[in-house]
């Protein structure tokens, strides 16, 4: 986002373009890959990994992969040395907390900024007046990680029916650990909007939903908005201002298994008096093309659809469309259409 007006004008020199087209067809490869493998392997989902034939398929797979990834990595490479923006790398500057409280609007907004250490997590309560900090002692990176990432996201991914019976569990067992009561006891009177900037696996929290009292959550008791991080706040408020005849798109239930991304899209057509033609519905339309040209016709898209996040590599974290997966982090043409 820092280096966006460096391609305002949309140009994009040959030479990249050609490392980009190159890059894209490495990771159609690798998209498609996982088809080749299961269907030259016939490889069981249920038994993967158990017999020497399916071992032996899942080696050959990852090697294949690995040896695209290697690929892949030595053309970024190339383009980092020719683009003038990757290879600039743009420096943003750190911000200090009197910058931060600049960025709070009215006196009944807080941030509350996350940050765990090895022993604890620390909570930055940032208002327009005052900065205080709420400590949930013995919750350090160790014990905050694995528990998120092995107890929520681990369910989550290998067993959901245990991880949605054990939802309303882990969420009040989050709440009692990060001391939400006190918080709000002690930080947040006169409070009725946060703004959260979570750290690490925390990110995969949905706070909202975090429980205060019987039949309470926290998003009943306060708005709620979530940002990655202060610099990315200080960018959305320092941005022009943008008109309010802006054209809206969106792109819904690409893999046709989210009933509700259809009613959600249809919600937002009505609010937005969003046109049929800028609305991807479904395996038909929801295709890789058909989101690029989208992209280049509008000023705000709406995905409410699958995507999958690579906490190993973030960058090659995808939104899922029809075809393959799309990968917004490496694919800098993205930047560049806008």
Known sequence: MASNDLYSDGEIPAEIQQYLHDFEAIQRQIDNEPRHAYNSSKLDDNNLGKSPQNRAALEAY????????????QIWEQM???????????QVSPMNLSSIQQLIKVPTTAILSFYTTSNDTHIFIIRQNQITLHTCTELGFETLQSSILTHWLGQYVHHKDTWKEQFIFLIAELAEVLKLNGL???HLKNIDELILIPHLA?????????????SQYLGDKFLIRYVPSCQILEFCH?????????????????TEDLPYASWEGEQLANLYDIPDNQRLKGSQEASVSNYRQLIQKVQVIHSSHHARSRLDNPLESVLI???????????LNFQKIR
């Open 202 to 214: 925390l990110h995969l929290i949905p706070f909202g939903a975090l429980p205060i009292a019987e």
């Open 62 to 73: 990852n090697e294949t992969i690995a040896d695209l990834e290697a690929e892949k990595q």
């Open 184 to 186: 709000i006891a002690q």
């Open 321 to 331: 469309l029809l075809e393959f997966r799309l990968v917004p982090g490496a694919k």
């Open 80 to 90: 980092r040395r020719l683009d003038p923006v990757l290879a600039g790398q743009i």
């Open 238 to 254: 320092n941005r022009p201002s943008v008109s309010s005849l802006m054209n809206y798109g969106i792109v819904e239930d690409a």
